[in-house]
């Protein structure tokens, strides 16, 4: 896509919109937040200030929550016309974005609001992270310097899970992947059971196949195929990478200190070693993926989160639907 073509909207697929125009939709004027809810969204992340919440994630979740609705009200309207009583299998969000963009941070702060919903009272959060293969077989394919690359994932446990989910099965399970251990936790899963909505964060949710296709492949089903509404959360590489740093040296002094961390002998690293092998982690692996395999996917996204400086969001783009 051009950029005259997404500067001039009426010949782009997207609709833009500034922070003030975004926030107006919907603001904490019209549905202000609870105190449990201010409470709950604290815990989620401390850094999160509450008007980034009711300026831009409360418009965000309304109209999250129209999707939502007109999608359960089509599921009925097709129940009486197809005389069948299928129960609605879950409505899918997918979130995509650099590694330290904030896929986290934004899939819990709208946890927290679809939940309030009444038609939506149980939301699910799974991360693709649970799909990257075990270290162990990374290294026996050579894939430790690509953690995070396409090749470093189990793409068909992932489709195959996301199927099992739109299939309508009761009980779904992912497994698990500990940022801590820096590898897949063996022996533990998570279990999903009846959802209303299930969001699914991660760097490779709107990624398609590299490789030319086959004959034989040209019925290949992809992730986003599954997703009912998919965002993409944005920023320039520049401030992502100094998040990423940022996120880094407070690891340093939380979690690294841990004799289980994999990053435990990184845990007495002065101030300028700590940037700098963070910086050389970014440089070569995360970054690189950004610019090859995540930023390419960004305009398959419905609905695309710009943020500037601390995180603040300063304009949202949706898609015309
Ligand atoms: N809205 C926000 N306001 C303030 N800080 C934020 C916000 N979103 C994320 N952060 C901070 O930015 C850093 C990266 O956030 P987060 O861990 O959510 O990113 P991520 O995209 O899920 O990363 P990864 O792909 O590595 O799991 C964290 O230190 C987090 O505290
Ligand atoms: C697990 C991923 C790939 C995505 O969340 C990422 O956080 C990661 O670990 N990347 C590999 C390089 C690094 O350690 O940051």
Redesign the pocket.
């Known amino acids: 896509m051009s950029q005259t073509m997404l500067e001039n909207e009426s010949l782009s697929p997207y609709l833009s919109f500034t922070r003030e125009e975004w926030a107006g939709l919907y603001s904490a004027d019209i549905q202000p937040l609870t105190e449990w809810e201010v409470s709950e969204l604290q815990g989620i992340?401390e850094?999160?200030?509450l008007n980034?919440v009711s300026s831009i994630y409360l418009p965000l979740c309304r109209l999250l929550n129209l999707y939502v609705t007109s999608s359960q009200q089509l599921h009925l309207q097709s129940n009486a016309f197809l005389r069948k009583q299928m129960k609605k299998p879950p409505f899918i969000i997918g979130i995509a974005?650099?590694?330290?963009?904030?896929?986290?941070?934004?899939?819990?702060?709208i946890q927290a609001l679809l939940s309030r919903w009444p038609n939506t009272p149980k939301v699910e959060l799974v991360?693709t992270?649970g799909f990257l293969y075990p270290n162990a077989v990374l290294e026996q394919k050579g894939l430790m310097g690509k953690k995070?690359f396409p090749e470093s994932y189990d793409l068909k446990g992932l489709i195959q899970f996301l199927s099992q989910l739109k299939s309508g099965k009761p009980v779904v399970e992912a497994p698990i992947y500990s940022?801590l251990e820096y590898d897949i936790l063996p022996d533990q899963v998570q279990t999903i059971s009846e959802p209303d909505i299930v969001i699914v964060?991660?760097?490779n949710v709107l990624q398609v196949p590299k490789q030319k296709r086959s004959k034989k492949q040209n019925t290949q089903i992809f992730v986003s195929d599954f997703f009912d509404f998919s965002l993409y959360?944005d920023a320039d590489e520049e401030e992502i990478k100094q998040?990423?740093v940022?996120?880094f040296k407070?690891l340093r002094n939380t979690a690294f200190q841990s004799p289980v961390s994999y990053f435990h002998r990184y845990a007495d690293l002065n101030d300028e070693e700590a940037v700098e092998f963070a910086l050389n982690i970014w440089n070569t692996i995360?970054g690189l993926n950004l610019r090859e395999n995540i930023l390419p996917t960004k305009y398959r996204a419905h609905l695309i989160l710009e943020?500037g400086k601390?995180?603040?969001?300063s304009g949202v783009k949706m898609r015309k639907m």
């Open positions: 992340n850094n999160v200030s980034e974005g650099s590694v330290a963009v904030g896929k986290s941070t934004t899939s819990r702060i991360t992270d995070g940022h964060e991660g760097i959360v998040w990423y940022d996120r407070i995360n943020k601390n995180h603040s969001v």
